[in-house]
């Protein structure tokens, strides 16, 4: 298996645009995080998935921020629009529900400017 | 909320010096435990999990130990060598309904082995 991918690995965009971060989770792993890091902050979880449904999006920082799940293979976090404190790392990572050990994908580097 | 604290939040020693990390956390309800490894711009690598039945877990020269009563983990590094220089994160399991589990990290701890 090819892990949990991210694309795209950085991304430099402008304030006010949109951006969109894609993940595959592992095949057959039926949850999905999704988590942002930054040298304050350290690894925040901003939602996660199970079976394709949104359980806890508590963390999401605010409505510019939304995640899709549209099947077992694919998620999205989108944020519109961009704003410089938006910068980070943001990793996606995906595990078998109920089951121990979580593997991560090797993040986006997002800078807004 | 959960709370994960590491300490120290950096450290630089010798090579083949051996070492301890710490992490603690305030609600002791875990599912498990698991270390992590973070290289500069990497992603991050699992390195040790600990269920919450467990009290130690060994990999190679990294020995992993779990008291949860008292919300505490450690990892013991030994023999460190330079290719062990990374930041490593503690993060902690719990259950959030049903058979969902979230993890709630730490901010890690810096390493750095010189040689």
């Known amino acids: 298996d090819a892990g949990v991918i991210q694309s795209p690995r950085h991304e430099v965009t402008e304030m006010g645009q949109e951006v969109t971060l894609r993940c595959k989770p592992i095949?057959?792993?039926?949850?999905l995080f999704w988590y942002r890091q930054t040298m304050m902050r350290g690894l925040e979880l901003l939602i996660y998935?199970?079976?394709?449904?949104?359980?806890?999006d508590s963390g999401m920082p605010e409505d510019r921020f939304s995640a899709k799940m549209p099947n077992a293979s694919f998620s999205t976090l989108k944020i519109q629009p961009s704003e410089p404190r938006d910068s980070a790392v943001y990793f996606c990572?995906?595990?078998?529900?109920?089951?121990?050990?979580?593997?991560f994908g090797s993040g986006t580097r997002l800078t807004v400017v | 909320k959960q709370e994960v604290t590491q300490i120290p939040a950096a450290l630089s020693v010798p090579e083949g010096e051996n070492l301890v990390l710490n992490c603690s956390f305030t609600?002791?309800?875990?599912?498990?435990l698991q270390w992590f490894r973070q290289d500069p711009g990497k992603g991050l690598t699992s390195l040790l999990l600990?269920?919450?039945?467990?009290r130690e877990q060994t990999s190679g020269r990294l020995n992993a130990s779990l008291d949860k009563s008292s919300g505490r983990s450690t990892l013991y590094i030994a023999a460190s060598q330079p290719g062990d220089s990374a930041t490593y994160l503690c993060?902690?399991?719990?259950?959030?309904?049903?058979?969902?589990?979230?993890?709630?990290f730490g901010k890690g701890t810096l390493l750095t082995v010189n040689p």
């Open positions: 095949s057959g792993h039926n949850s």
């Open positions: 609600d002791s309800a875990i599912y498990n």
């Open positions: 998935f199970n079976n394709n449904v949104p359980i806890d």
């Open positions: 993060a902690v399991a719990q259950n959030s309904g049903g058979s969902n589990y979230k993890l709630t």
């Open positions: 600990i269920q919450s039945s467990q």
């Open positions: 990572a995906s595990s078998l529900a109920g089951a121990p050990g979580y593997t």
